[in-house]
Nanobody, 122 residues
Framework: VQLQASGGGLVQAGGSLRLSCVVS????????MAWFRQAPGKEREFVAG????????YYEDSVKGRFTISRDNVKNMVYLRMNSLKPEDTAVYYC????????????????WGQGTQVTVSS
């Protein structure tokens, strides 16, 4: 499976962005999709995940209520809507995919997009 992320940019604190991830190269009904982020000097961390089969969603505590992950079965796209952005959300954001299993462990995802930079100014 191939992934291509886009939609990052520079935004002021309190603003919004929507990240998109094009998913191709297979059938995804059994897949788990997730967004991770990595800030300079920090480890890659889980942000949000979704099960393609039933749309179940999962979030890291600091983004609950602000971020929304969704998928479009027709377009084979995964989105991350980010509202009320904070400077601490600044990072490179990656979409990732795996066949089944958990959603939070970055090491368990074999497929990654190239990353898109999100910068939130204070």
């Amino acid at each position: 499976v191939q992934l291509q992320a886009s939609g990052g940019g520079l935004v002021q604190a309190g603003g919004s962005l929507r990240l998109s991830c094009v998913v191709s190269g297979g059938t995804f009904s059994s897949y788990v999709m997730a967004w991770f982020r990595q800030a300079p000097g920090k480890e890659r961390e889980f942000v949000a995940g979704i099960r393609w089969s039933d749309g179940s969603t999962y979030y890291e505590d600091s983004v609950k209520g602000r971020f929304t992950i969704s998928r479009d079965n027709v377009k084979n796209m995964v989105y991350l809507r980010m509202n009320s952005l904070k400077p601490e959300d600044t990072a490179v954001y990656y979409c990732a995919a795996r066949r089944g299993g958990g959603v939070r462990g970055a090491a368990e995802f074999p497929s990654w997009g190239q990353g898109t930079q999100v910068t939130v100014s204070s």
